[in-house]
Structures are given as structure tokens and as C-alpha cells.
């Protein structure tokens, strides 16, 4: 059996831009995605934590050192310049995998500067 389980996190992230007028995505400073294990093109879901909505959308690479966090296409919509988000990635696991299983969690500060890496919930 395999079980889909939250893979990695980056919590509490803020909101650099919202771009309605690009192709769809998140664009995520690649020192971030390094962190929180995240991978170009992969599927994450955005909790925003200042208006509720949950969507889904896939990862871009951003300029490491920038800071970005920002929305682009129809998810633009969902979101304001300065909102808190949580990005999630889910990954499948099977039996033996979640023997070993620890989730990384990424928080960051207001200006997503790292301020703690862990695993675990």
C-alpha cells in the first residue's frame, strides 16, 4: 500500500509579487527550494493563511538570494502582495519508506530569510 503523506513545507512564507499576466505557477527562490527539497515543475498545494484558499499549482525556480514568493497566472487572483502562505509538496510513500519517514519544514521569516529548518510535524 502506499500512502500519500505531506513530503515538505515552507511555512509562513510571505507573498513578493502576483503576477496575473504569466502562464500560471509559483515562482520560489531556489535557495528555498533547496531547503524544503522542492523540484521545478512539482505539483504544491498554497494554504493562504490571510484569506483561506487552498489551490494547487507547480513550482519555478526563482533567483537564489531574491527572496521570491510570487503568484503568477489565474492563482494571482488568490492572493495580495504581503499575504502569508504555507507552500506544501505531498509525496507517495509505501510501507517501508515511512519506516524512515520525517518531513522537512522550512519556516521562514517576513523577509523569507530561513529562520529554522526540521523535520517532523
Do not use: W
Amino acid at each position: 500500500m502506499r500512502m500519500e503523506m505531506l513530503y515538505s513545507k515552507i511555512h509562513r512564507a510571505t507573498v513578493t509579487d502576483a503576477n496575473l499576466n504569466y502562464v500560471g505557477s509559483i515562482t520560489i527562490d531556489r535557495e528555498l527550494m533547496d531547503a524544503a527539497k522542492m523540484r521545478v515543475g512539482q505539483k504544491v498545494e498554497i494554504l493562504n493563511i490571510n484569506n483561506g484558499e487552498r489551490f494547487s499549482t507547480y513550482v519555478i525556480e526563482g533567483e537564489r538570494g531574491k527572496r521570491d514568493m510570487c503568484l503568477n497566472g489565474a492563482a494571482a487572483r488568490k492572493v495580495h502582495v504581503g499575504d502569508k502562505i504555507i507552500v506544501v509538496a505531498y509525496a507517495s510513500f509505501d510501507e517501508e519508506e515511512l519506516k524512515n519517514y520525517a518531513p522537512t519544514i522550512v519556516i521562514v521569516d517576513d523577509k523569507n530569510d530561513i529562520a529554522q529548518i526540521g523535520s517532523g510535524l
